[in-house]
C-alpha cells in the first residue's frame, strides 16, 4: 500500500508555498505530488530531470503531476507507472473538502491514508469564518484535518496568531495545531512514520505532546486499546511495534479507532511509536507498562 | 428609376439562389414573416416574399410545403453528447441516439434488469465489464441495488453511470473487485438496512476502486474525431445549426481533433467551445486563450470563458439561500467566490464573454453582486450569461436586468425533475419558482433556454414545448405561471442564444447579411397546439447555404 496525504486549506492559505518546498528539498523520498494549478509550481532548475506536458521528473525520483479534471484518472495514472511512488500527496482544490478526497486513500486497497494537512491563513481565518460565502466551507476543511498548519506567520499580529490558536483548539480539540515550517518533510512525516522511521514534533506546537517510544518489548493489543480508553489526553498513536506472536506491523491509532497492518520485518525490528496528545503525557517508559506484554 | 449597374453586378459575385418556403419565421423584429429567402456564398442576402423571384430568379421549391426558422442555436450543451454513446443507454426516458436509434426508457427495475441482461449477452468475451449510462435513480422509489444487478451477471461486474456522472450503482462482482465491503467504506458508499454496501458508489473516492478495477470506458479515452462527428449529428438531428460545448480544457490535441473534424465539408453545426476555468488561475487561463486565440474559423468559436460556481439542485449540491428539503444545509462551491470576483473582474474589461453556471440562488445572488461591483467599476460592456440560472427570483432578474446579463434557462429541468424537485429537492413553491422565463421576459431580459445535453435530450422544440406548457413527466402542471408563448420560446432557441454567446451578428434570425442557417420543420411551432410543440419533426437544416436534409431514423428498439 502507497501512503497517500491530503493537503487542503482554502484559496490562498499557502498551499503552493508548502508543496514547492517539499519538491525542492533534495533529499525528498520519492514520491508523487499532484497538483491543481501545475504552472504555479516553481521547481529549482538544478533539480528537473525531465520537464513534460503535465509531469515535471526530478533527480530525486519524485514526479509532480497535474491533476487535470479528473482525480481518479490522475491517481490511476499515477499507480500504474513504470516506477510507482513510495508516497502520494495530493493537493485538494481551494473549495474542496479534503476530508473526501482522503477517502480515496481509506478505501482503496492500492492506498493507505496517510494524513490530512490542513493549511490555515493566520492572518485571514477570522475574517473567513465571519463570511457569509466561504464559513462553511471553511470549517469543513478545518473539521477533516488531521493536522492544522498554520502559515503567514508573518503576516499576521502575535494577538491574532493567539486568537487563531485558542478558536481553533476550541473548535478542533482533537487536532494538533501547528506552525509551518521549513520542514515540510518532517510534518508529513510526524502524520505518517515512513520507513525512514517515525518523525519527531517539529516544533512549535500548540499545547500537544509527543513521546517516542522505542523499545524491544512486544506490544498487547488489548492492553493498548484499555489504555486509550483510560487516557482521554492521548489522541493519536502511530510506529511500528511487535506482537506477542512475532507478527511486526503498522500501528495506527485515532482516537478510539486502531488500525494494524502486518508487515515483512527483520528480526531486529523493534517497537518504535510516536504517542501524541495533551498536556503532561506519561513518559515512554511508563507507557511500555501500560501497553505492553507483561514480563 | 434606378437599375443595376454594371459595376454593382461584378461585385455581386456568387450565385443567389432563391428559396420559398410556405412559411418563414425569421425571428427578426423588422421582418417576423417572409415566404422567401435568397442566398449567397453561405449568406442571407435577401428575406421577403415572392417579388425576390424576380430579382434573383425562380425559387427552389424543396422548402415549398414546410416552415423555415432561423437555425437552432442550443444555449448550452456538452459535446460529450458525442462520448457518451459509447455505452448503452438504460435511462428511465426514451432517449434518441446520434444515430437515430431510439431507445424506450427503463421505467422499471425489471425492465432494466431485461435490458441489462440482453447487453450482457451480447458481450464478447467472458470477464470483460458490463458498462450502461443514463440511469438516474431518483425515478424510482424501489431504486436497483447490487441484488438486482446481481440477476444479470454474477461473474463480471455490472456497472452503470447515473446521468450526472457523479454516481454509479454496481453489482457484488464489481464490490468485490473493488474491496468495498461494510468494514471498508467511506462515505459515499450507500448501505442498505443491514449495514452492507447496496451497490450505489457516490463521487470520486468511492467510485475509485471500481473504476481502478474495471476502467473508465468513456473519459479514459479522450475525444476521438468519431465523437466530435457524433455530437454533429444529434445537432443536425435536433435541427441544431449552433452548439455550444460549455466546459472544455481545450487541450492542444483535443482543440487539433475539433478543428479538423468542424472543417470536414459536411459537418452539420457551428461548435462553440467555452474555456473552463477550473484548472487554472487568472494568468495562466490567459495564457491559455492567447494560445487558442486565432484557431476559430467559421464553425469553430473559440474565446469564451466558463465559470462554474456550485453544483446541481437534483444532487443537493447547488448554492441555495434555503435548505434542502432533505435538511441538507447548503451545497458547495465548484470555485472559491473570490476566485469567482478575481476572474470576472479581470476578464469583463477584456472583452471576453463569460458562461457563468449558476443554478442555485446563493450562486446567482455572489455573481450578481460580483457584477454590480464589476459593472460600476469599468461600465457595461459584452453580455454575459448566467447559466442555469434556475432558482433566481424577480430581484435577481431585476437586477440582471441592469447588469445587461443574458439568462440561460435550463428548461427541460421542469418536465425531468420538476417532480422530484416538488417532492424531493426544494419542495412544490419553490419548485414552481424555478426556471422562471415568464418573469424575465416581462423584464425585458433576453431568454435563452438550453438542455445541457447529455444531461438531458438535445432538442430545441422539447425545450420551447418544456417553458411554453411547464409540464412535468407524471404530467402535472409546475409554476404555470411562468408559461411563456410560442413565439418568446422560439427566439429563446434562436436569436436570444446567439445574443448570449455574441454571435447574433451571424446567427440567430434570418436577416440579411448573417449566415444561411436554417432548419426545416414539418408544421408551424407558432401554430401548432402547445402540447404538440415536441411532436414537430425537424426535416433537416441549411448551414451556410448547405441543405442536409434529416437521415431517417432507424428502427425503435
Known amino acids: 500500500m502507497i501512503p497517500l496525504s491530503v493537503i487542503g486549506g482554502f484559496l490562498g492559505a499557502g498551499k503552493t508555498t508548502f508543496l514547492n518546498r517539499l519538491i525542492n ?3 525528498a523520498p520519492r514520491c508523487a505530488i499532484l497538483v491543481n494549478d501545475f504552472g ?19 533527480k530525486n525520483g519524485c514526479v509532480c503531476c497535474s491533476l487535470g479534471n479528473d482525480l481518479g484518472r490522475s491517481l490511476s495514472r499515477v499507480l500504474d507507472g513504470d516506477n510507482p511512488p513510495q508516497r502520494i500527496i495530493v493537493e485538494a482544490s481551494g473549495v474542496s473538502n479534503p476530508g473526501r478526497i482522503m477517502d480515496i486513500g481509506r478505501i482503496s486497497p492500492e492506498l493507505q491514508a496517510d494524513g490530512v494537512i490542513v493549511i490555515v491563513d493566520t492572518a485571514a481565518l477570522q475574517a473567513q469564518l465571519a463570511d457569509r460565502w466561504i464559513a462553511a466551507t471553511v470549517t469543513a476543511q478545518l473539521a477533516s484535518a488531521d493536522l492544522l498548519l498554520l502559515s503567514k506567520l508573518d503576516i499576521a499580529a502575535t494577538r491574532v496568531r493567539d486568537e487563531v490558536v485558542a478558536r481553533l483548539r476550541e473548535k478542533f480539540s482533537d487536532t494538533p495545531v501547528a506552525q509551518d515550517s521549513e520542514h515540510s518533510w518532517q510534518l508529513l512525516a510526524e502524520l505518517a512514520p515512513t520507513e525512514t522511521g517515525p518523525a519527531f514534533f517539529v516544533e512549535p506546537h500548540f499545547g500537544f505532546t509527543a513521546r517516542s517510544v522505542v523499545s524491544e518489548r512486544r506490544l498487547d493489543l488489548q492492553r493498548l486499546r484499555r489504555w486509550m480508553q483510560r487516557r482521554d489526553d492521548v489522541y493519536r498513536i502511530k ?22 497492518e502486518t508487515i515483512p520485518a527483520s528480526d531486529d525490528d523493534g517497537m518504535r511509536l510516536v504517542v501524541i496528545g495533551r498536556g503532561e503525557l506519561p513518559g515512554s517508559g511508563a507507557i511500555c507498562d501500560a501497553v505492553c506484554v507483561g514480563d | 428609376m434606378l437599375t443595376a449597374t454594371p459595376l454593382l453586378v461584378l461585385v455581386m459575385t456568387g450565385e443567389v439562389k432563391t428559396y420559398r418556403a410556405l412559411k418563414i419565421i425569421t425571428m427578426d423584429g423588422q421582418n417576423p414573416g417572409a415566404s422567401h429567402v435568397a442566398v449567397r456564398a453561405g449568406k442571407i442576402l435577401a428575406v421577403g416574399g ?6 434573383y430568379g425562380e425559387a427552389d421549391a424543396v422548402f415549398a410545403e414546410h416552415i423555415l426558422v432561423p437555425g437552432f442555436v442550443e444555449a448550452h450543451a456538452h459535446a460529450s453528447e458525442g462520448m457518451i454513446w459509447k455505452l448503452p443507454y438504460v435511462g428511465f426516458y426514451d432517449r434518441m441516439h446520434p444515430d437515430g436509434q431510439v431507445f424506450r426508457g427503463c421505467t422499471t427495475v425489471d425492465a432494466l434488469v431485461a435490458r441489462l441482461v440482453e447487453l450482457e449477452q451480447a458481450l464478447a468475451t467472458q470477464h470483460e465489464a458490463l458498462f450502461a449510462w443514463g440511469y438516474d435513480s431518483i425515478y424510482f422509489s424501489d431504486k436497483p441495488m447490487r441484488r438486482d444487478l446481481d440477476r444479470v451477471s454474477t461473474s463480471r461486474p455490472v456497472v452503470l453511470f447515473h446521468t450526472s456522472l457523479h454516481l454509479i450503482t454496481v453489482n457484488s462482482v464489481a464490490l468485490e473487485l473493488a474491496g468495498i465491503t461494510r468494514d471498508n467504506r467511506v462515505e459515499g458508499v450507500y448501505v442498505d438496512d443491514a449495514g452492507e454496501p447496496n451497490g450505489e458508489l457516490a463521487e470520486v473516492a468511492a467510485m475509485f476502486p471500481v473504476l481502478r478495477v474495471v476502467g473508465d470506458p468513456v473519459f479514459d479515452v ?4 468519431e465523437d466530435v462527428r457524433r455530437f454533429g449529428r444529434a445537432c443536425h438531428r435536433a435541427g ?18 475539433f478543428d479538423a473534424v468542424t472543417r470536414e465539408p459536411d459537418f452539420p453545426a457551428r461548435i462553440v467551445p467555452a474555456l473552463a476555468t477550473t484548472r487554472f488561475n487568472l494568468e495562466r487561463l490567459r495564457g491559455r486563450l492567447t494560445e487558442i486565440s486565432g484557431r476559430g474559423h467559421d464553425r469553430l468559436y473559440l474565446g469564451s470563458v466558463k465559470i462554474v460556481t456550485d453544483g446541481a439542485i437534483a444532487g443537493f449540491s447547488a448554492r441555495v439561500r434555503q435548505p434542502y428539503l432533505n435538511g441538507i444545509e447548503n451545497g458547495v462551491w465548484y470555485e472559491a467566490p473570490q476566485k469567482i470576483r478575481e476572474m470576472i473582474r479581470a476578464l469583463h474589461p477584456t472583452g471576453v464573454r463569460l458562461h457563468i453556471h449558476v443554478n442555485g440562488d446563493e450562486a446567482s445572488e455572489l455573481v450578481l ?7 460600476a467599476a469599468s461600465g457595461p460592456r459584452q453580455r454575459h450569461v448566467l447559466e442555469h440560472a434556475q432558482m433566481m427570483d424577480a430581484d435577481q432578474l431585476a437586477r440582471a436586468k441592469r447588469l445587461g446579463l443574458v439568462v440561460n434557462f435550463f428548461a427541460n429541468h421542469t418536465y425531468y425533475w420538476g417532480d422530484q424537485h416538488r417532492d424531493a429537492t426544494v419542495g412544490a413553491e419553490i419548485a414552481a419558482r424555478m426556471n422562471p422565463a415568464r418573469t424575465a421576459l ?5 431568454v435563452a433556454l438550453h438542455s445541457d445535453a447529455p444531461v438531458t435530450p438535445l432538442g430545441p422544440l422539447f425545450c420551447m414545448w418544456c417553458a411554453v406548457n411547464r409540464h412535468t413527466a407524471t404530467g402535472r402542471d409546475l409554476g404555470p405561471e411562468q408559461r411563456i408563448s410560442p413565439d418568446e420560446a422560439l427566439r429563446a432557441v434562436t436569436l436570444a442564444p446567439a445574443i448570449g454567446m455574441g454571435m447574433d451578428d451571424r446567427v440567430g434570425s434570418i436577416s440579411p447579411g448573417k449566415y444561411a442557417d436554417f432548419t426545416l420543420l414539418d408544421r408551424d411551432p407558432l401554430g401548432v397546439e402547445p402540447m404538440r410543440i415536441r411532436d414537430i419533426r425537424v426535416l433537416g437544416t441549411m448551414l451556410g447555404g448547405a441543405w442536409q436534409p434529416a437521415v431517417s431514423p432507424s428502427a425503435s428498439r
Do not use: C, M
Not at chain 1, 49 to 55: E, L, N, P, R
Not at chain 2, 369 to 375: A, D, M, N
Not at chain 2, 442 to 446: A, R, Y
Open chain 1, 25 to 27: 528539498q533534495a533529499d
Open chain 2, 369 to 375: 453582486q460580483i457584477f454590480e461591483e464589476v459593472v
Open chain 1, 239 to 260: 510506529g511500528w511495534a511487535r506482537l506477542a506472536n512475532d507478527d511486526y506491523g503498522l500501528l495506527q491509532v485515532v482516537g478510539k479507532n486502531l488500525a494494524w
Open chain 2, 442 to 446: 416581462d423584464l425585458g431580459l433576453d
Open chain 2, 240 to 257: 441544431i445549426t449552433t452548439a455550444s460545448d460549455l466546459y472544455s480544457d481545450l487541450e492542444p490535441d483535443v482543440l487539433d481533433t
Open chain 2, 50 to 55: 415572392k417579388a425576390l423571384e424576380s430579382k
Open chain 1, 40 to 58: 504555479d509550481i516553481a521547481v529549482d532548475e538544478r533539480l528537473v530531470a525531465q520537464h513534460g506536458g503535465d509531469t515535471i521528473t526530478l
Open chain 2, 222 to 225: 479522450g475525444y476521438a474525431a
